[in-house]
Every structure is written in structure tokens, then in C-alpha cells.
């Protein structure tokens, strides 16, 4: 029902109590949770030692300016490049996208961590949030990409999830920092925004996260707290039966649903199985905004945990992983030159 931030590279004995919370289903790792692959990997095991392993770990593990993890892994090109490679290379950009997926998946596998919210398949119109996180403006293009990083995830053994539905990237605002308000008809929306999703969802994409934007011609809220968004049109209209997630509740773009109590309500009520908390400051009050609510059971984000978990040495040396660095560090310098 929640996935809660930590403060630290180690849990203190607040962050234990919380991640023992029955209504805490997952912890989410950033930047500040790291300093080394073996630090982070016995973070990993800490967490799994409280709650065991239908516990979620989770992190945003993008590539270019999102990627949380950087010193002793690969560097991973931003999604945009393959999209510049595409008008020259179709094929081989959407082959490399799938490595891409592929070799981030396994090397978060290899630490322990189930999720990496990931791709990105927002439209690449401008908005300062997404930026080259997006591979591309054109929908059909970002459609192609979305199937192919879901079969590279797939094929490392972790669940996909597409973000941010219904589309974040044709608007300005970043929703971390400010309200965003898209004021385009849903055909509008559907025939574009919506285009990329239908395809990372036919591609066996087992969770979603929600957009903090408001799309008033569809739904006054914004679509994480929309029930017309997230019961009508992704699970109705589009037969989606998996995980939703909502972005982060600590975002400026969810202050329009009130405190945190009532945003947990809102997005939960909306439909989101998953609400995420990442900032450490509001946790605890997070958790006990829950406290009378029923527990997701399991079963429901069975799908998402990890499939195996493979082993660091062994993965770092073998041939497609050393051929995959090489191919996205060539992109990256052709790109620069």
C-alpha cells in the first residue's frame, strides 16, 4: 500500500519500525542511499532481513540524468539517444534499447533490488521533468521503443513499468516543483499520449505509474487521484489488470489533493495499489494515515518481484554484457561527436 524513502546508506531503528509497518510494502533507493555496489547490495539484504522476500525494493534506474547507481556500473545512455539513432537505424536503435533494458535490469537483480521504474515512454515535447528521458516525440516511434525495453526487462527477469500515464511529456511544468495542467481533448490524448502505452501494456508491461497532471477535458484531478483515469480509462478501457503506482506524493503537483492524509486517500480511492512516499520527513505520518486501512495482500505485486537474482561476477564477465557496454558507450560518444 505504500513504498517509503529511507534516509540513509543504513537503516536507523525508525526506518526498521517502518518497513515492519504492515502497510509498508516496498522501500524505493536513491542517490542518497548509495556510496558502492557492495554498500548498497548489504542495504538490500538489511531490508529483506525485516520483511522477507515479498518485501519490494525499488529505484529509478533510467540512465542518463536519472540513474541513481553510478559509480561500479554502467553507464547508461538517456533514452533520447535511441531516438536519434532511430532515423538512421530503426532496427538497430531498437535493439540496443532492448539491451539497454536488459543489462539495467540485471545489474539492479544483482544487488537484490526487484524494480527499476522503468521506461520512461512519455512523449519528448519539452517538458522540463522528462527531457531526454523520453526517446522521442513522435507516439509510434516511442511505441516501437516501449515493447522493445519491455522485452529486454523481461528477458533479465524484472517486471516493467511504464511511466507516467497517461503521458507527462506534452505539457511544461515539472510536477515536482509546480502544478501541470494539460488542456487537450481526450482524442487528442488518446491518439498520441496514450499510443506508446497501449503497446508497453500488449508487451506484458506488469505495473504502471501515474502522471501527477490534471487533463480537465477528461477529469478535474490529476490523473493519480482520477477514478475516470485509472478505473475507466487504464483498467476499463485498456483491460489493464496489473499494479498502479503513483508518483510521489511529496510533489508539489499532489499538494491540489491536501495533506498527506488526504492524498494517500485520494490516490488510494482513485485506484493506486501502490503509493509512493519518498521523502523520509513524511513517513511516519504516512504510515499512520494508513493504519485503518486493509493491507494489499501480496498475491497482488506477486508479478513484481524479482525473478532471480544473478550473480555480480559472474554477470560483469560475461561476453553480452562486456558487448553491451561497449555498444551504449559507442552511442554515447557518437552522440557527442
Not at 526506518?15 to 558502492?36: H, K, M, Y
Not at 511511466?163 to 491518439?191: M, N, Q, Y
Not at 504502471?208 to 478505473?231: F, K, L, Q
Not at 561476477?313 to 554515447?332: G, K, P, Y
Request: net charge negative.
Amino acid at each position: 500500500m505504500l513504498m517509503i524513502g529511507i534516509a540513509g546508506k543504513t537503516l536507523a531503528p525508525e526506518e526498521q519500525d517502518w518497513i515492519r509497518a504492515p502497510r509498508v510494502c516496498g522501500v524505493i533507493l536513491f542517490t542518497r542511499n548509495f556510496s558502492s555496489r557492495e554498500q548498497v547490495s548489504a542495504l538490500c539484504a538489511e531490508i529483506r532481513a525485516l520483511r522477507g522476500g515479498s518485501f519490494l525494493i525499488a529505484v529509478d534506474q533510467e540512465g542518463g540524468p536519472v540513474q541513481r547507481f553510478r559509480d561500479g556500473f554502467t553507464e547508461l545512455p538517456a533514452l533520447a539517444l535511441f531516438g536519434e539513432r532511430f532515423a538512421t537505424d530503426a532496427a538497430g536503435a531498437l535493439q540496443l534499447a532492448e539491451q539497454h533494458g536488459w543489462l539495467m535490469a540485471s545489474e539492479m537483480l544483482a544487488l537484490g533490488i526487484d524494480l527499476s521504474f522503468a521506461p520512461c515512454i512519455d512523449l519528448k515535447r519539452g517538458n522540463r521533468a522528462i527531457g531526454i528521458r523520453a526517446f522521442h516525440d513522435d507516439p509510434a516511434v516511442v511505441a516501437a521503443f516501449a515493447a522493445a525495453y519491455v522485452r529486454g526487462m523481461h528477458r533479465a527477469g524484472m517486471a516493467a513499468t511504464l511511466k507516467h500515464f497517461p503521458g507527462h511529456g506534452s505539457v511544461l511544468e515539472d510536477t515536482h516543483f509546480d502544478a501541470a495542467l494539460d488542456p487537450r481533448p481526450f482524442a487528442v490524448i488518446e491518439r498520441e499520449d496514450l499510443y506508446p502505452f497501449g503497446a508497453g501494456l500488449a508487451a506484458g508491461a506488469e505495473a504502471v505509474m501515474m502522471a501527477h497532471v490534471a487533463y480537465p477535458e477528461v477529469a478535474p484531478e490529476p490523473a493519480g487521484y482520477s477514478p475516470r483515469w485509472i478505473r475507466g480509462i487504464l483498467q476499463q478501457q485498456m483491460k489493464f489488470a496489473g499494479i498502479v503506482f503513483s508518483d510521489d506524493i511529496g510533489m508539489a503537483a499532489a499538494e491540489s489533493a491536501g495533506g498527506i492524509k488526504a492524498r494517500i486517500d485520494a490516490h488510494l480511492d482513485a485506484g493506486c495499489d501502490i503509493v509512493l512516499v519518498c521523502a523520509p520527513a513524511i513517513v511516519g505520518e504516512a504510515i499512520g494515515a494508513v493504519s485503518t486501512r486493509d493491507p494489499v495482500t501480496p498475491p497482488r505485486w506477486a508479478a513484481l518481484l524479482a525473478r532471480a537474482q544473478p550473480d555480480w561476477s559472474a554477470l560483469v564477465e560475461a561476453e553480452e554484457v562486456q558487448q553491451t557496454r561497449a555498444d551504449l558507450a559507442a552511442l554515447r560518444l557518437e552522440t557527442v561527436a
